[in-house]
Structure formats: structure tokens, C-alpha cells
T-cell receptor
């Protein structure tokens, strides 16, 4: 059972370059998320997709774009990378946003991005 | 905006000790609260989830409690082991949106 899979695991970019982080989940979850994790700042939500076809900004969306390609896949794009975007990026997914029991959130293993 | 705080930021204990990790949140209108474990270089693994209507959840040596009215949760780890060394994060799910708010975590080291 793969759960949440994100690629690449490591990437070094030069300032101004673009790249896309890929994420896929095989749990038939409706909601998907992109977080970044920085030392001392915890996990901060970049964008989320409550369901297929919808995306919404989170706490720190500037400099990023997302695409919910289908129910399984949610990609994060950096159009013009900046050193401030050096971080660890986590994709996550959860069941429908509804008052159902459980509703835990599952995380991928993370993508380490360095912008020089 | 919901703010989640975890104290202490780091904790070091000898093996076998019982310990408590703390999590506090500013807005009591939560749907649930989760405790996660994060090992270095890895993603987050869910340990326990407490619904807003519940007071506690237990799994093995772990017990999580929730006092929604005071905005607090604790994670109790009994008879700690070196394998428990990791960062522990708590997250609350908003009652009105599809967002999870995370604390900055407590880094736990259990010394053999």
C-alpha cells in the first residue's frame, strides 16, 4: 500500500529556475494538501484541494501554483524559484471534508528543495 | 487564526521514564486533534486522533487527552524507550474549514 507518494525526494535549483513537485495518493481521498516545513516554524499550508476540481490558497501561497490533475494527483509548481523557497515540502491527503469519523491526514515522505 | 503551541521544544529523558508532551491551541472550535511522530528525514506518521467530543485516546504506551474548553492536549508516553526518540507534533483540524494547523513540535530524545 503506497499511500502518498511524492517526487522528487531531493532537488537543487538555481534562482529563477522552475520545477514541479509531483504527488499522488492511492487511498481514494478527496482532499489533498501541500505544506512546507521550516526550522522553528512548523508546517505551513501552501495550497490545498478540498476535492477534485477545486484548489484554495493556504497560509503561504505566494510563489507557488498548484494543479489538481485528477482525484489521485496534486502537483506544486515553483515558477521562478527563490532562496526563500528552500524548504522541505510535504504532500498530504485526507478523506472528504465532512463530519465523518476519523478523518486523519496522511503524509508523503517529503521533498528536500534547495534553491541556490 | 488558529495558533498551536508545543512546549517544550526539546526534551531529553532516561529510558524507562514516563513523560508528558504538551500542546495548546487558541481557538476551541476544533473538529479533532491529532498527534504525529516525525523521524529525521521522514514524513509524519499519525499516532492518535481525538475527536472534539472525546476526552482521550489510547494506543499501547501512548495516551492522548483533550480539554477543548481550555485549549489543551497532552500526549503521555509510558515507559519510554530509545525507539521513541523523534519529533512529536500535534495538529488541530478546524471546525469550519478543511485545514489542519500544526504546532512546531517537541523533539524527544530517550537516552539508553
Amino acid at each position: 500500500n503506497a499511500g502518498v507518494t511524492q517526487t522528487p525526494k531531493f532537488q537543487v535549483l538555481k534562482t529563477g529556475q522552475s520545477m514541479t513537485l509531483q504527488c499522488a495518493q492511492d487511498m481514494n481521498h478527496n482532499s489533498m494538501y501541500w505544506y512546507r516545513q521550516d526550522p522553528g516554524m512548523g508546517l505551513r499550508l501552501i495550497y490545498y484541494s478540498a476535492s477534485e476540481g477545486t484548489t484554495d490558497k493556504g497560509e503561504v501561497p505566494n510563489g507557488y501554483n498548484v494543479s489538481r490533475l485528477n482525484k489521485r494527483e496534486f502537483s506544486l509548481r515553483l515558477e521562478s524559484a527563490a532562496p526563500s523557497q528552500t524548504s522541505v515540502y510535504f504532500c498530504a491527503s485526507s478523506l472528504v471534508w465532512a463530519r465523518t469519523s476519523g478523518n486523519t491526514i496522511y503524509f508523503g515522505e517529503g521533498s528536500w528543495l534547495t534553491v541556490v | 487564526k488558529q495558533e498551536v503551541t508545543q512546549i517544550p521544544a526539546a526534551l531529553s529523558v532516561p529510558e524507562g521514564e514516563n513523560l508528558v508532551l504538551n500542546c495548546s491551541f487558541t481557538d476551541s472550535a476544533i473538529y479533532n486533534l491529532q498527534w504525529f511522530r516525525q523521524d529525521p528525514g521522514k514524513g509524519l506518521t499519525s499516532l492518535l486522533l481525538i475527536q472534539s467530543s472525546q476526552r482521550e485516546q489510547t494506543s499501547g504506551r501512548l495516551n492522548a487527552s483533550l480539554d477543548k474548553s481550555s485549549g489543551r492536549s497532552t500526549l503521555y508516553i509510558a515507559a519510554s524507550q530509545p525507539g521513541d526518540s523523534a519529533t512529536y507534533l500535534c495538529a488541530v483540524r478546524s471546525n469550519t474549514g478543511n485545514q489542519f494547523y500544526f504546532g512546531t513540535g517537541t523533539s524527544l530524545t530517550v537516552i539508553p
